[in-house]
């Protein structure tokens, strides 16, 4: 069974920084593409930032270009986000994600999220 926990999440003020981690179980980490998506209160779900299984290539949104690194330890079967110059704006909930797709099909996985908070 696929789990995913995030954890790291809490209250920094502007220009701080926050290093979340997502570790995976129930699944071969190392076979997977892994993305961060965070949502803020009344706003869609956005994504963050997005890891090839091997870690040879990532992608980020333009919101957070610059200030925001993914990466992962495949053989801890975590993932990480070292999030740098915060704003008041990246307030919300984080989430971790990975895909699989079988027989046409794809099924979507999601930790329960850890909140960031920046405020002064």
């Known amino acids: 069974q696929v789990a995913l926990v995030e954890s790291g999440g809490g209250l920094v003020q502007p220009g701080g920084s926050l290093i979340l981690s997502c570790s995976g179980s129930?699944?071969?980490?190392?076979?997977?593409?892994m993305r961060w998506y965070r949502q803020a209160t009344g706003k869609e779900r956005e994504l963050v930032a997005y890891i090839e299984k091997s870690a040879n290539h990532t992608h980020y949104g333009d919101s957070v270009k610059g200030r925001f690194t993914i990466s992962r330890d495949n053989a801890k079967n975590t993932m990480y986000l070292q999030m740098n110059s915060l704003k008041p704006e990246d307030t919300a909930t984080y989430y971790c994600?990975?895909?699989?797709?079988?027989?046409?099909?794809?099924?979507?996985?999601w930790g329960q999220g850890t909140q960031v908070i920046v405020s002064s």
């Open positions: 994600n990975t895909w699989r797709i079988s027989g046409g099909r794809t099924s979507e996985f």
């Open positions: 129930g699944f071969t980490f190392s076979k997977y593409d």
